[in-house]
């Protein structure tokens, strides 16, 4: 028996207790086995579709990937369960229609995530179905980014008003690489939008985004035929197989999604931000500067404020510099400014407007406590100076008294307030300006308390011909800058004197020494850039890796030239600019007017200190789809699949590779054309 036990308690030991393994991870998406009614169904008359899977599914973001069209007045109810997703309508559905519901890429399986993309299902009410499609991508016209979950809709209505007072006569969204199908359209001539419809009527409102093309587009189809080899295993010609395909057409439209940048121009608030600081907010940037009038107190001078603007003209600050209103209770003004009335006219608005002055409940306190603080300490100094006129008449020593007394007094004197001033120091770039910045409007500058001397050769300082400061820009208050030139690989010393710089209040600031440093040209590089394929005024950015903006040239007999330029790595991007306002400009439907075409160089620009470097670019070499680099893209779209496999490789030792398809199949007769051009070109089926 013991032998027994012994013998058994060895073979537990040596038994593994664990999960057993499972198999290879799943790749691959649901797969549709059958539905009620059939797909392509016609003459139905139900209200509930239901849609049976081979494994179970979730439906992910369905509010903005599903949808139905035609639209029905009251969106239907759509659930997952299990391995069967039903749909359920509430309105009657109408006569002789075709019915599409439209999943985009929302099916996915509830283990892995694999993704059914592109999935719709079709049905008739009467006695047939609408089989035409066309398809394409929507892209963000002012930086080419890819628009995922967007609406796109066409109207046979031809008629310009059709965009904004009737709902899509067919319509799909946009699934995550930006790529729309339009399925199961009847024969006809449509206009084709895309709109992200925020309030979700299926219509333009101007404050949505929205992209249009200006032709009417006829669906189609084409057939052509294609042919593969089917090889033996020894890699001999086995046969040779002909298919036949149809080919729906326009498949390769591509909208530019823009946004007029409408906004109803209205007051939203004034308020009297300090003692001597107003504040006017308006919804939008005015088309003109408003017109402010005072009416009381009354004041006979014009210069009663300095105007600071924020944001455009949007958001007005007007500091005051009289008095008399800054210690009025009460300042009345009469402004006009621009208003948008009924049916989105607009016109010029007179308002009276009363900015009453603030006095809040913790500002009171604060003064309250700081009262009672000084109280104090004068009480607190009175006792000394009697303590030191007793010691005195006593005849005894006055000194540690006196020295506490003397401390007490420094610290209750009222300190001056000096204007905080900021300038150069340390390095500058070659490109820099000499300039001053300060915590308060600036209301003087004396040029002769500004001093600038660079260092020569033999370590002696040469004063430098200073111009006069100047705002940096046309309504900066706090900045001022010196239009000239730094000498390259130079030493600079500025002092500014005291009382040299005051605010519109007359605060001075201290004096303010530093010193700086200007690069040399060699720490710098020279880009000129060969535009070709461009017709009109066109100006380029200058991007970093965030897609930000860094500077920007105009196109002169065809070439962007940028000098001085920091080495690193940069991109670019071309607006054809063609109002020539050195701006981009968005489209307007009612206009008819397109946004303003942006192209983006296909690549980053390594440039090194002190090189001449000069690149050709052909702005319609690459498509609008595959221009923008991969390295500044704001959204990057993966396939579900793709993501898992890497997952799976990465867990891997590195000796193992990933199996390769020997006959570089690519699913020859099977549904393989998904019919939009632009996916089917990434995905290798058609070039």
């Given at each position: 028996m013991m032998v027994l036990a012994l013998v058994a308690l060895a073979v537990m030991s040596c038994a593994k207790i664990g999960m057993p393994e499972g198999g290879p991870r799943d790749y691959t998406p649901p797969m549709m086995l059958r539905s009620n009614p059939a797909p392509g169904a016609v003459n139905f008359k139900g209200k509930k579709i239901e849609i049976n899977f081979d494994e179970i599914v979730t439906l992910k973001d369905q509010t903005t990937k599903v949808v139905v069209s035609p639209a029905p007045k009251e969106p239907p109810a759509i659930r997952a369960q299990g391995k069967k997703i039903t749909v359920e309508f509430h309105d009657e559905l109408e006569p002789n229609t075709t019915y599409v519901i439209d999943f985009t890429d929302g099916i996915e399986d509830n283990n892995e995530g694999n993704v059914l993309d592109g999935f719709a299902f079709a049905f008739s009410t009467g006695d047939h179905i609408d089989s035409l499609q066309v398809s394409g991508m929507v892209l963000r016209a002012s930086d080419l980014e890819i628009m995922k979950n967007v609406l796109v809709g066409l109207h046979s209505n031809l008629d310009d008003s059709a965009f904004t007072t009737l709902p899509f006569d067919r319509v799909?969204?946009?699934?995550?690489?930006?790529?729309?199908?339009?399925?199961?359209?009847?024969?006809?001539?449509?206009?084709?939008?895309?709109?992200?419809?925020?309030?979700?009527?299926?219509?333009?409102?101007?404050?949505?985004?929205?992209?249009?093309?200006?032709?009417?587009?006829?669906?189609?189809?084409?057939?052509?035929?294609?042919?593969?080899?089917?090889?033996?295993?020894?890699?001999?010609?086995?046969?040779?197989?002909?298919?036949?395909?149809?080919?729906?057409?326009?498949?390769?439209?591509?909208?530019?999604?823009?946004?007029?940048?409408?906004?109803?121009?209205?007051?939203?608030?004034?308020?009297?931000?300090?003692?001597?600081?107003?504040?006017?907010?308006?919804?939008?940037?005015?088309?003109?500067?408003?017109?402010?009038?005072?009416?009381?107190?009354?004041?006979?001078?014009?210069?009663?404020?300095?105007?600071?603007?924020?944001?455009?003209?949007?958001?007005?600050?007007?500091?005051?510099?009289?008095?008399?209103?800054?210690?009025?209770?009460?300042?009345?003004?009469?402004?006009?400014?621009?208003?948008?009335?009924?049916?989105?006219?607009?016109?010029?608005?007179?308002?009276?407007?009363?900015?009453?002055?603030?006095?809040?409940?913790?500002?009171?306190?604060?003064?309250?406590?700081?009262?009672?603080?000084?109280?104090?300490?004068?009480?607190?100094?009175?006792?000394?100076?009697?303590?030191?006129?007793?010691?005195?008449?006593?005849?005894?020593?006055?000194?540690?008294?006196?020295?506490?007394?003397?401390?007490?007094?420094?610290?209750?004197?009222?300190?001056?307030?000096?204007?905080?001033?900021?300038?150069?120091?340390?390095?500058?770039?070659?490109?820099?300006?000499?300039?001053?910045?300060?915590?308060?409007?600036?209301?003087?500058?004396?040029?002769?308390?500004v001093h600038l001397e660079k260092m020569n050769s033999d370590s002696t300082w040469t004063a430098v011909q200073l111009p006069t400061m100047v705002p940096a820009n046309e309504w900066n208050v706090y900045r001022y800058v010196a239009p000239m030139r730094l000498e390259q690989n130079t030493d600079y010393r500025l002092t500014i004197d005291s009382l040299a710089v005051r605010s519109i209040y007359g605060i001075a600031c201290d004096t303010v020494r530093t010193t700086f440093k200007v690069k040399s040209e060699e720490e710098y590089a020279n880009l000129h850039v060969n535009c070709v394929g461009i017709d009109g005024k066109a100006f380029v950015h200058l991007l970093d890796r965030n897609d930000k903006v860094l500077r920007t040239v105009d196109v002169k007999d065809g070439y962007a030239d940028y000098y001085d330029v920091l080495p690193e790595t940069y991109y670019l991007m071309l607006v054809l600019d063609r109002n020539g306002n050195g701006r981009w400009d968005t489209g307007n439907y009612a206009q008819h007017l397109q946004p303003e075409e942006v192209y983006y160089y296909n690549g980053g620009v390594k440039l090194k200190r002190f090189s001449d470097i000069t690149l050709t670019w052909d702005v319609n070499a690459v498509t609008a789809d595959k221009q923008k680099p991969e390295a500044i893209r704001k959204y990057h779209p993966e396939e579900r699949n793709n993501k898992l496999k890497k997952e799976d490789k990465n867990k891997k030792n590195g000796n193992e590779e990933e199996e390769e398809d020997e006959f570089n199949s690519n699913g020859f007769m099977n549904n393989t054309y998904s019919g939009n051009k632009y996916d089917d070109v990434k995905r290798g089926v058609v070039r």
């Open positions: 799909s969204r946009t699934n995550g690489r930006g790529e729309f199908t339009l399925r199961n359209v009847p024969p006809g001539e449509y206009h084709i939008f895309a709109l992200r419809d925020v309030d979700g009527d299926y219509k333009m409102a101007r404050t949505e985004d929205v992209a249009f093309l200006d032709r009417v587009i006829v669906p189609s189809t084409r057939e052509f035929t294609s042919q593969d080899t089917v090889f033996t295993f020894d890699h001999r010609i086995d046969t040779i197989m002909t298919a036949t395909h149809t080919e729906f057409l326009p498949n390769d439209l591509l909208l530019s999604l823009f946004n007029e940048s409408y906004r109803s121009l209205y007051l939203k608030k004034h308020e009297r931000e300090s003692a001597n600081k107003l504040l006017v907010l308006f919804s939008a940037p005015m088309p003109e500067m408003p017109k402010p009038r005072l009416l009381e107190p009354t004041i006979y001078s014009d210069d009663w404020a300095k105007l600071e603007t924020r944001e455009g003209q949007d958001s007005l600050v007007y500091w005051l510099t009289d008095s008399t209103l800054i210690k009025a209770d009460t300042i009345r003004m009469e402004m006009s400014y621009w208003h948008t009335g009924e049916n989105d006219s607009v016109s010029m608005k007179n308002d009276t407007l009363t900015f009453a002055r603030k006095n809040s409940a913790s500002e009171r306190k604060q003064q309250e406590k700081a009262a009672k603080e000084r109280e104090k300490q004068e009480k607190e100094l009175a006792k000394l100076q009697e303590k030191l006129d007793k010691l005195r008449s006593e005849g005894k020593d006055t000194t540690d008294v006196a020295i506490e007394l003397h401390d007490m007094r420094d610290m209750l004197k009222v300190k001056p307030v000096l204007l905080e001033l900021q300038t150069c120091k340390g390095q500058a770039e070659i490109t820099d300006s000499l300039w001053i910045k300060t915590n308060s409007p600036i209301g003087s500058i004396d040029m002769n308390g």
